[in-house]
T-cell receptor, first 119, second 114 residues
Framework: DTGVSQDPRHKITKRGQNVTFRCDPI?????LYWYRQTLGQGPEFLTY????????KSRLLSDRFSAERPKGSFSTLEIQRTEQGDSAMYLC?????????????????FGPGTRLLVL | AQTVTQSQPEMSVQEAETVTLSCTYD???????LFWYKQPPSRQMILVIR??????QNATENRFSVNFQKAAKSFSLKISDSQLGDTAMYFC???????????FGKGTLLTVNP
């Protein structure tokens, strides 16, 4: 399977603990995105990487959140001092964006998500 | 900021029938993309169909087709010959041409009944 993979699929933690999620994008995809989805809502953008550079962070991403993509391949999303309000599905997506003129945007392909429950 | 509105929280259809899901969006951009994603229960989100705003022809993928009305900022999804496996949450999403983040609607839960 060469799709986007995420690990773990489920995580239960106690308030105040730190958690880290991993995302492996589709090979050769140069962009990687993190979204958060709460119950009954569509996904909301958190941050994205172009290769290893983190180019944009949403206001939803508080100081307790940090994301990395150290070698431009997999990415990690860490939440420090978790709060009950952090309970959500965390989705990762990847895409291949052509930098040549007229290359345009490519479709984002999503992973299965990591469902976080903070008790 | 772009907004995407899906006015039908839930819909149901009988197997083999046709159903249309509605989506409207608000933007001042001229270069953008629209998507329909499907998220089955407890399964990952997959792309159903995409439409480039500069293309007048409506996109079609097998039983799935869209009615893209650019002036009205409407992007509805038609599912023909509905199958039980079509039961899922359907999200409409907008991507600005020079942007990177998808803006999603709240979704429509479609149930296909046998």
């Amino acid at each position: 399977d060469t799709g986007v993979s995420q690990d773990p699929r489920h995580k239960i933690t106690k308030r105040g603990q730190n958690v880290t999620f991993r995302c492996d994008p589709i090979s050769e995809h140069n962009r990687l995105y993190w979204y958060r989805q709460t119950l009954g809502q569509g996904p909301e953008f958190l941050t994205y990487f172009q290769n290893e550079a983190q180019l944009e962070k949403s206001r939803l991403l508080s100081d307790r959140f940090s994301a990395e993509r150290p070698k431009g391949s997999f990415s990690t999303l860490e939440i420090q001092r978790t709060e009950q309000g952090d309970s959500a599905m965390y989705l990762c997506a990847s895409s291949l964006v052509d930098s040549k003129p007229g290359g345009g945007q490519e479709t984002q392909y999503f992973g299965p998500g990591t469902r976080l429950l903070v008790l | 900021a772009q907004t995407v509105t899906q006015s039908q929280p839930e819909m149901s259809v009988q197997e083999a029938e046709t159903v249309t899901l509605s989506c409207t969006y608000d933007t001042s951009e001229s270069n953008y993309y629209l998507f329909w994603y499907k998220q089955p229960p407890s399964r990952q989100m997959i792309l159903v169909i995409r439409q480039e705003a500069y293309k007048q022809q409506n996109a079609t993928e097998n039983r799935f087709s869209v009615n893209f009305q650019k002036a009205a900022k409407s992007f509805s999804l038609k599912i023909s010959d509905s199958q039980l496996g079509d039961t899922a949450m359907y999200f409409c999403a907008f991507l600005r041409g020079s942007n990177y983040k998808l803006t999603f609607g709240k979704g429509t839960l479609l149930t296909v009944n046998p």
